[in-house]
């Protein structure tokens, strides 16, 4: 049979930003089926990949997340006609799009899960996100877009359903019996270092602009007590951080430039001898791509153990080892 009853269609779907830094690789494994790229966010992540196969929903508002939902499912159904079988890529099930599929009774659809960064090597549970997934369940009651409430890990490994786990690294990857398949970047060896010596700092999408002044302060103070005098100093913002106003000012007073860009740093990390961030998948990333080569440096305040934060706290324990094993050093403040 040479119809398309008898082939398997690849579709990825991008819900965050970190698919960019590996999309290009994934896709060239994924040949010669037929591929399809549906990226479901707020603003466009995707820039290393413009090929016909991409489709954006991109919903800057309630509304539009709501019509797009909608259309992209439905889109989905256009395109699995025919097929024998449907094979779907993305980072978890906690998305109202990826749930809806994964918890399908469809059978012709398989799931693969893709790396959504240091998510994928601590226990990070459904019950931290327990409010946002009730008010999703209420959500599909009224829009009629079937959503299922799950207990366990984020990323919903402890199903059982997914065929493989696509990584960059297998080092403390929570996997189970899951086949592991690992993603080699080729892009990478593209870059080389400047000369000069710089240092970045990642941002945060923060949303108390307290505990955000506060702790850039304390991380600014850090890198010019530090490196001020030998490394030029730059800000790369968090990509849904919102640069309150002041800031700019900040960074002026501790004689930091901003950069201005939305592509992943895993990108242009290799310009840097040293990258400083609060816990961030990023760092984890870095580490795995470059190596020794980029100094990571992570801070990470731990909480007092209190009935109500010993969730968090016991998280941020284990993020704090996971940063140790890849080799980022550690400050805790």
Known sequence: MNDKSAKTLHIIIAINQMVDVYLPDLVERLKPDPIRIIEFYPKPIITSYTG??????????????????????????????GYGRINFYFAHIFSALTNHLFFSKNKKYRFHLIPDGIANYYRISTRALFIKMVLKKITSILTGIRYTMYAGHLTGI????????????????????????????????????????????????????????????????????????????????????????????MLKDFNIDFITTDRPVEYFAGAYQII??????????????????????????????????????????????????????????
């Open 158 to 249: 402890e199903t059982g359903r997914f065929q493989s786990i696509y990584t960059l690294s297998e080092q403390g990857l929570i996997a189970g019996d899951t086949p592991v398949i690992k993603l080699d970047l080729k892009w990478k060896s593209r870059f080389e270092k400047i000369e000069t010596p710089q240092l970045l700092v990642l941002g945060q999408s923060y949303t108390d602009y307290r505990y955000y002044k506060s702790r850039h302060r304390q991380i600014f103070d850090y890198v010019r007590s530090n490196y001020g005098k030998q490394f030029k100093l730059f800000y790369k913002a968090h990509p849904n951080e919102k640069v309150v106003p002041g800031f700019m000012d």
């Open 276 to 333: 400083v961030s609060e816990f961030s998948s990023a760092l984890s990333n870095i580490k795995i791509i470059y190596g020794d080569g980029i100094r990571c440096i992570g801070f990470i305040k731990i909480p007092e153990r209190r009935l109500f934060n010993n969730y968090r706290r016991n998280r941020l324990i284990e993020i704090k080892e996971h940063f140790r094993h890849m080799g980022v050093e550690v400050i805790e403040q």
């Open 52 to 81: 016909p196969e991409l489709k954006r929903y991109l919903h800057p508002n309630r509304r539009g997340y709501l019509r797009d939902l909608k259309q992209c499912l439905s889109d989905i159904q256009e395109l699995e006609r």
